[in-house]
């Protein structure tokens, strides 16, 4: 049979998952989390967006610096409010890749996993990134997250004849990826 060694790109999509998920199939480190039983939710979608970004280094370096804002979550009193003296933001992305592409000068992206939806604090968040010259999306799934990023990533600032000529996201600023499917978007029109 097949194994995996070494992998620690374990994602829910993998067509390798039930492979590398069979006890004693790979050697973990201890600072992964176990996925093999995790059910998928926002936090699993995130996760395998990271797992994606880690293994995709190498091609793209700007990923080393994708990272997660953590303000949510549950916590006990003392820590949330510590954490708010120290800056911690209602609304603002899960993911941020602060690197410059194209028209834009960063990239958010709000994860989201089935009915969940967009908080009002998350909107005006978008919405003033958004403004600011960042390209934000909401995506339902890693999948979603992970074709955004790549597409991010391919932008690139041209010059032709003394004019700059931009590269623009093929989907609409501020768009919610869902299912497959584009909904909402252009939040600033």
Known sequence: MFKVKDCRHVCLFCKYYH???????????????????????EDT???????WAQYNMNHHPELKWLFHCPNGGSRNQK???????????AGVSD???????????????????????????????????EKAGHFVATCYSAEEAIAVIEEYLQLALCYCEGEELYNKM?????????DGK????????
Do not use: H, W
């Open 95 to 129: 993911l941020c890749l602060p690197y410059p592409k194209g028209i834009y000068c960063g990239l958010f992206i709000e994860m989201k996993f089935g009915d969940n939806r967009q908080q009002a604090s998350q909107k005006e968040f978008l919405k003033d990134m």
């Open 182 to 189: 584009i909904k909402g978007g252009g939040g600033s029109r």
């Open 170 to 178: 093929s989907i609409p600023n501020n768009s919610i990826l869902k």
């Open 45 to 51: 979608e995130q996760i395998t967006v990271i797992q």
């Open 19 to 41: 492979v590398c998920t069979i006890d004693g199939a790979t050697e973990r480190s201890g600072k992964e989390m176990n996925m093999k039983y995790a059910m998928r939710s």
């Open 79 to 89: 820590e949330a409010v510590k954490l708010k003296q120290m800056g911690v933001k």
